[in-house]
């Protein structure tokens, strides 16, 4: 069963607006710090220049931790997702595993 975002008392939601069941848990990973944009309420201070994480680290070691961690859904975010270079194969590695993945 899905949570709602928000209760009686507060909005649940983190800025992504998305939500677990009970009991589960998600993630947001940062695939990039870079952005082809500059906006001014950036609150990652994104420029055209940054570090992108490998498809290798991505796959080996942090997707592997967060199945460890019972993540159930991953967001993948930067900076500006889409201006990494393997953006697909990172989304195919976490649908590979189960998890859930949105951009
Ligand atoms: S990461 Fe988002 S908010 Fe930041 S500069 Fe890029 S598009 Fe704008």
């Given amino acids: 069963m899905r949570r709602s975002l928000i209760v009686d008392t507060h909005a649940s939601s983190c800025f992504f607006r998305t939500s677990v069941g009970d009991g589960e848990r998600k993630a947001l990973v940062q ?30 070691v942090v997707l592997p931790r967060l199945r460890e961690a019972g993540v ?15 953006l697909v194969a990172i989304c195919r590695a976490v649908n590979d595993v189960g998890i859930s993945v949105g951009i």
Avoid: K, Q, W
């Avoid at 159930?72 to 393997?86: A, K, L, M």
């Fill in 72 to 86: 159930e859904r991953i967001t993948v975010t930067g900076g500006e997702p889409f201006v990494h270079p393997d």
């Fill in 31 to 60: 695939i990039t710090e870079r952005c082809n944009l500059h906006c001014a309420h950036c609150f990652v201070s994104s420029t055209r220049t940054g570090v992108d994480i490998s498809l290798d680290a991505f796959a080996e």
